[in-house]
């Protein structure tokens, strides 16, 4: 689990890759928080955030959650019942909300299955040597397609697609 702190030094990395010219813009942006402990407190803290824009101007667009795991709750307890009526919270007020889970090793998600019912997309990173596989799993909006997308890190910490990436015909 990350602290506060060392999510910021993560991002103050990535920062680097941003021209000097953009990065206060997006400094601007991101809020990094490390105060909602529970999923049951996530509704009043999304809740607050947009409060807060209200009077600031500046409503976020994305909220990132990391990360939504199993740990043996029950997928109908309250607490994803937090998590479910942020997803509804974020939806009406027109923010991105991305959800970050874990897989175990026998490629299941260690959430609720249910998680994936309520969301638009759900996605797969999956480490390789030196490489990162992305698939879409499911997308509400388009189809999906079975082979996955081969990534490589770039010199700045970026991902793009790699060169050993097969093409489709």
């Not at 809020?31 to 409503?59: E, M, Y």
């Not at 939504?68 to 479910?84: E, I, K, Q």
């Not at 090793?105 to 759900?122: C, L």
């Amino acid at each position: 689990e990350r602290t506060e702190e060392a999510v910021r030094m993560h991002f103050n990395q990535i920062l680097q890759s941003i021209p000097a010219s953009k990065r206060q813009m997006v400094l601007d942006q991101v809020a990094i928080t490390d105060r909602v402990t529970s999923l049951t407190s996530l509704p009043d803290f999304l809740l607050g955030l947009l409060s807060r824009s209200a009077s600031n101007g500046h409503q976020p667009l994305l909220v990132v959650l990391d990360s939504v795991n199993g740990d043996g709750v029950h997928p109908c307890s309250r607490s994803y019942a937090g998590l479910y009526s942020a997803f509804r919270i974020a939806r009406s007020s027109g923010i991105s909300f991305m959800a970050l889970g874990h897989i175990t090793k026998s490629g299941a998600n260690s959430g609720p299955q249910t998680i994936s019912h309520s969301v638009e997309t759900v996605s797969c990173m999956r480490l390789g040597w030196r490489r990162r596989y992305f698939q879409v799993l499911k997308n509400r909006f388009a189809p999906t397609h079975s082979e996955a997308t081969v990534l490589e890190m770039d010199e700045n910490g970026c991902f793009c697609l790699s060169p050993h990436a097969r093409t489709s015909a």
